[in-house]
């Protein structure tokens, strides 16, 4: 699985900014049918999407970074700009640098960056494709341009995997666009504890939840600008565990779909370079408010 001048700039009316501005037309097929057709859209775009740049800002337990990150045709690239909302040292800068030095000269870190990622993309698919049949839904009214559809656990599905194990143990919420037919926003509940191995190798606590919400960037291309993960529940025994995220992305700029980790490296130079003479004051940190939208801080309006 990722400031305070950056909370200045929410916009309070970003919800209304969700969906898109037609209003949401009847509902002429059964909201399973519905959803089928959001995951193949989804799939496709997974096939033939466009590569951006953008601003990453993640929360985890001890730390808040903020990253510049481009994605290329050899996975995505980043360059760590704040950590707890203050600029790196001249340590953590040349840390920095010799991390991003090491990835452009070692085939095997290229290799490694490259299996991570197509990886990810697999596994996203193929929850995708689990998706509809792992679930009931149901129509739960219109909201901004959304048609909204609740789900829970479909009892005749089989949970031999854990993918599928942990998906039926839960439920929620999501929206779709209805003029696209696109995943706009999804939360979920952990409705019940999950256990691996009989709960020796581990076990998925119930009342977690994570949320997930999306911006389109382009005409066909949609971006996740949210993600925030709260699951709890213990491994290997006794080890405990807590898992929360919260990771927020913004200012998308489309990239050529050939760059490569070369000329990514370079677009994060010049943005390093700029950075030098805008970085702001340092400020305490702030936890960004949920569902808002965001602008991308001026040392990131850099266009390749």
């Given amino acids: 699985m990722r400031l305070p001048w950056v909370t200045v700039a929410l916009l309070a009316a970003a919800q209304c900014a969700l969906c898109a501005q037609a209003q949401p037309s009847p509902q002429p097929i059964p909201a399973g049918q519905l959803f089928r057709e959001v995951v193949y859209n989804e799939l496709r775009d997974h096939g033939g999407h466009g590569y951006w740049r953008y601003w990453v800002q993640s929360q985890l ?34 840390q920095e640098q010799a991390r ?107 009342g977690g939840w994570f949320q997930l919400q999306r911006v389109q960037v382009s005409p066909t291309d949609w971006k996740t600008e949210r993600i925030e993960v709260h699951l709890f529940g213990r491994a290997l025994c006794f080890k405990t565990f807590a898992r929360e995220t919260s990771e927020v992305r913004g200012g998308f700029v489309q990239v050529p779909a050939a760059m490569n980790l070369s000329q990514g490296m370079a677009l994060l130079e010049r943005t390093q370079a700029q950075a030098k003479a805008q970085t702001p004051p340092a400020q305490p940190v702030a936890r960004i408010p949920a569902r808002t939208a965001l602008i991308a801080p001026p040392i990131f309006a850099v266009h390749p």
């Avoid at 970074?65 to 909302?85: H, K, M, W, Y």
């Avoid at 689990?130 to 559809?149: I, K, T």
Wanted: aromatic share 8%; proline share 5%; hydrophobic share 35%.
């Fill in 61 to 94: 337990q001890q730390e808040t970074r903020l990253e510049d990150q481009v994605e290329t045709a050899q996975g995505p690239i980043a360059r760590l700009f704040l950590s707890n909302g203050h600029p790196l040292s001249a340590e953590s800068q040349q």
């Fill in 100 to 206: 991003l030095k090491r990835l452009l000269n070692s085939p095997g870190e290229q290799a490694k960056l490259r299996q991570g990622y197509d990886e990810d993309e697999k596994q996203i698919g193929w929850i995708l494709a689990l998706l509809p049949d792992a679930f009931l839904f149901e129509y739960d009214g219109d909201e901004n341009g959304c048609h909204r559809l609740r789900f829970r656990p479909n009892p005749d599905y089989p949970g031999h995997s854990s993918e599928a194990r942990i998906l039926r143990a839960m439920a929620g919420t999501l929206w779709i666009d209805a003029g696209m037919k696109r995943l706009v926003r999804l939360d979920v509940h952990v409705e019940e504890d999950v256990d691996f191995g009989y709960g020796i190798l581990g076990r998925l606590n119930k």
